[in-house]
Each structure stands twice: as C-alpha cells, then as structure tokens.
C-alpha cells in the first residue's frame, strides 16, 4: 500500500488514540495480579496485540469485551507453548523475557527479523544476576529463559534501554527475595521508566529508587487486580500536533497536560520554533506562524520524536542540531540514517556527526520514502509532504498499523490532500 500525499493546509479536530507505552505496562501488570483486572481505553496495535497474544501463551486469559474495554484475568503465569513470538514489539519481546524468568519453565522468546536486531544482552545480564537461567547470543535475540528469579542483587548499564529497567522492575515483585537493582550509568528515557513506576503503583506495588533513578529497592509483593483507564498518546497525537505548526491549524483533545509521557515535549519544542501553543484542561491546539526557527534539541529522553522533530527542523529558517541520537539507531530501524536519506531525498542538507544530526532547513520537494517498514519514519514524512512541492509518496503506508492503525484516517479527517494506493 501507497500513501500520495501532497502540499495542503490542515485543520480541524482529532482525539489522541490511547498511549501504547500504557497500554503495554497495565496488560502486564494486570497478568501478574491474581484476579480481574479492567482496561479502559487501551491502545489496539501490532505491538500490543503480541503482548496480548505473548500472554495469552503463558495462561493469561485476556477478554476484548469492547475496543474501550479489555479484561484481564491475571494470576499465575504457566507455560502453553515453549516459543514466544513477539512479532515487531520491543517493549513486548523485553518485558515477556522477564516475566518468563518467574514461571521456571523452559522458553525462547523471538520475534520478527528486523526484532532479532534489537539489543536485548544488558536485560539478559541484569536476570542472571537475579538467578535465572537466561542467555541470548552476541546480545541480541532471541532470547532463552529458563527460570526461576531469585532475587538479590544486579548491576546493569541504564543509557542503552530504559526498557530494560522497566523490565526488570516489572518481574522483581515476584521473585523469591527482595531485589536491588543498580544502574552504573545514567538512565537514558527517565520518563518511560517513571511510567513503569506509576503503573505499578496503581497496581499495589511500591518501589523505593533513588532520586537520580539509578538505584532501585523492591521488596516482594503481590499485584493487586485493579481497573485502569489509558491516558492519550502523546507520540502518536504529535504528528498532527507537528501538522498544525507546518501547515494550519489543528486542536488535539484526550492529552493530559501533566502526562510522565517523554513525548509531551513537543509542546516545548513547537513553541522554540515559534509556532502558536494554547493548552487547555484537556485539549492543545497548534497553529503555525509564517517561518519556524531553527532549534537545537537533546532526544536522549525522547528518542521516539526524533523522525518527527528532523522533519520540523527540515522547513526552519537556519541550522538544526539535534542531539543524543544514538540509541535512536536500533529501533525499528536505523532511524538516523533512515532520517538522513528521506531528508537529502527532499532536497533538504542533512548530515550526522558525531552523535547529532545538523539538518539545513530549506523548501522540500516531493519524493519517494522508503520508511523501512518503520511506523515512525512514515509518519514523520508523511507530515513533511504536506509542505513539499509535488507528491510525497509514502511506500509500505500500512506499517503505521505497528502503532497507530489510523493514522491516515486521522490526517485524512484534518483535510490533508492524500490518497492510499494498493
């Protein structure tokens, strides 16, 4: 499938689809509580749909009463199938490793071709140290587990997925004695581990860390069923946010202002560019000035926004420097290279150098991109192409489907110019 998309101004409303990263957390959390747990306004997606399908595989019954109501019957988990497929999920593939670790039974956990590229050997690390019988090879997937988690003491690197600590932290409730976990790097992506922290404390579990968050304390406990309601997503909802600041005038409503989402920091971002923010109790609308300015932008907190943000810089009057985007290389794909070449092929000048990506703003022409079956990177320049001369085709548009299944939908409803092609 093809998505044409070509120079338009948008306007009007949409609703943020719920939050993927919560979704994730409270299906785990709800499959570690004994009991039945209630899911309001869950995020439905590629990704979730393999943790749904990763647990249902370790005897966790997971009823869609609804698309706004999931319910969880949560309890022991136990093996139906030796082999976990994960498909494309990360977050998946990461937190079923360490729930595996908890049944003592036997699993490899795998995923998808583009999955087995994702680093996974520090998590692997930090559950030896707990005393399962993990391994993987050269530090990447798929992933062998053999239980069970004993607890005690481990030490691992934070600045290379904050998936990892999240991981960690949602499994060491449950091992057999108290857990302390220490990071021997600064943690990168503060936010999303804060995240795992607030959910698990909605679900009865309480975790003592340190300020700086490379230190953790979790004793052991049980998680208590509970029923949770989504917030909205602020990495999907920033794309129509970005769309608004390019090209017209769009409002955004189901987005909490006080959110420990990482991605809220569009707001602050478009607002350095000089684009028009007004922010409510429960809706944000962005309007676009006549020139965006140039930014400078530290990721290492928000790599997700990356693909984004570059093309926001690619229409800002100056330079652009975007910082930390290292770790940004091994997600779905290489997204600063993926990045860098949507960018030159738009005529745009943009280059990485050590560690940061410069991008000259200028006018962008249309093109075909090639997201590299990455949602993010059709996503972000499917919003450049509403500013470029001539069409902007977008090839493999259905990988948006790994996160937001109606991305197009949304940005059609906005009166963007676009077409979807088989």
Not at 98 to 111: D, M, N, P, R
Not at 288 to 315: I, Q, W
Request: hydrophobic share 40%; charged share 25%.
């Amino acid at each position: 499938m093809r998505a044409v998309v070509t120079r338009s101004s948008v306007e009007g409303v949409v609703k943020a689809p719920p939050s993927k990263s919560y979704t994730h957390r409270a299906l785990v959390c709800s499959a570690l509580a004994s009991g039945r747990s209630l899911i309001f306004s869950p995020c439905p997606c590629r990704d979730t749909e393999a943790t749904i399908n990763t647990l249902n595989r370790l005897s966790i019954e997971i009823v869609k009463h609804s698309p706004l109501l999931w319910e969880v019957n949560g309890g022991t988990l136990r093996k139906t199938d030796a082999y976990l497929d994960c498909e494309e999920s990360g977050t998946t593939l990461r937190f079923i490793s360490a729930l595996c670790s908890l049944t003592g039974e036997e699993f490899i956990v795998s995923g998808s071709p583009s999955l087995l590229k994702r680093p996974v050997g520090e998590l692997v690390n930090g559950l030896r140290q707990l005393g399962a019988e993990c391994s993987c090879s050269g530090g990447f997937p798929p992933v062998f587990v053999k239980g069970k988690l004993r607890g005690g003491e481990a030490r691992i690197r934070g600045d290379v997925s904050s998936q990892f600590v999240s991981a960690l932290l949602l499994a060491a409730p449950a091992a057999e004695k108290e857990v302390h976990l220490t990071l021997t790097t600064k943690p990168k992506s503060k936010p999303y581990i804060l995240m795992t922290l607030s959910l698990q404390s909605e679900f009865g579990i309480r975790i003592e860390s340190s300020r700086d968050l490379t230190e953790f304390w979790v004793g052991c406990q049980s998680y208590k069923a509970r029923s949770c309601r989504i917030e909205g997503d602020w990495s999907s909802a920033s794309y129509f946010l970005a769309a608004g600041a390019l090209t017209g005038r769009v409002k955004v409503k189901g987005l909490k202002l006080d959110s420990l989402q990482a991605d809220k920091e569009i707001l602050d971002v478009l607002r350095q560019m000089g684009a028009k923010v007004a922010t409510s109790s429960n809706e944000i609308i962005v309007e676009g000035s006549s020139r965006l300015e140039a930014v400078e932008f530290e990721v290492s907190d928000c790599p997700d926004l990356f693909p984004l943000l570059a093309v926001l810089c690619a229409v800002a009057r100056g330079r652009s420097l975007i910082r930390g985007v290292e770790r940004v290389r091994f997600k779905e794909s290489d997204r600063v290279e993926a990045v860098v070449e949507g960018l030159v092929k738009m005529g745009i000048k943009a280059l990485y150098r050590n560690g940061h990506v410069v991008i000259e703003g200028s006018k962008p022409k249309g093109a075909v991109i090639d997201p590299r079956n990455d949602h993010r990177i059709a996503m972000a320049f499917a919003i450049l192409g509403l500013t470029a001369d001539g069409e902007t085709i977008i090839e493999n548009a259905e990988c948006v489907s790994k996160s937001f299944p109606d991305f197009w939908g949304k940005l059609e409803s906005l009166k963007a110019s676009l077409k979807i092609m088989p």
